[in-house]
């Protein structure tokens, strides 16, 4: 009932107080997957939601269902703290000594696995930082400072 965190991961933790956003948890979630839903459309990769199960899968209802985005946020007086972790050029072996979010039924995928080849985490990050930007209605500064619109 862990996750993992290590070398070719994007993770993410934002700090937003979401009373200046709206003060809801379930929608902050759904944002943050909508971001990487997005990417992977940029690889030509169906990302999708699991009823029931937090992050972003491929192959949803199906038996080879793979996880590639992992959620995990806390926000306290609204103010977020924890976020994500996906999967880009991941190591995929350390999560066989796991069970990965407490799912033992469900493959993890990376984005390397899913397209056959490395990817540049430079590119993920531009895009994660432009759809954080796009999906939550914000502007990010050049120190990563967000600052609403």
């Known amino acids: 009932d862990i996750t993992y965190h290590g ?8 700090i ?18 909508e971001i990487f839903i997005r990417i992977l459309a940029d690889y030509g990769l169906q990302g999708e939601r699991s009823p029931g199960e937090t992050g972003v899968w491929l192959d949803v209802g199906k038996p080879n ?12 007086r609204w103010v977020t703290m924890h976020g994500w972790a996906f999967n880009v050029n991941t190591d995929l072996n350390y ?3 796991i069970i990965p979010c407490g799912i033992d039924d469900k493959e993890v ?7 056959a080849h490395p990817v540049s985490m430079f590119e993920v990050k531009k895009k994660a ?4 930007a796009e999906v939550f209605d914000v502007s990010i500064t050049s120190t990563h400072t967000l600052k609403t619109k």
């Open 65 to 76: 269902a793979r996880k590639i985005l992992a959620l995990g946020v806390k926000a306290s």
């Open 109 to 115: 995928t990376s984005l390397e696995k899913e397209l």
């Open 16 to 33: 937003l107080d979401l009373d200046h956003f709206f003060p809801d948890i379930h929608k902050y979630l759904r944002y943050l997957e």
């Open 129 to 132: 930082t432009a759809y954080f």
């Open 95 to 97: 999560f066989k000594n």
């Open 7 to 14: 070398p070719g991961q994007l993770v993410g933790y934002p």
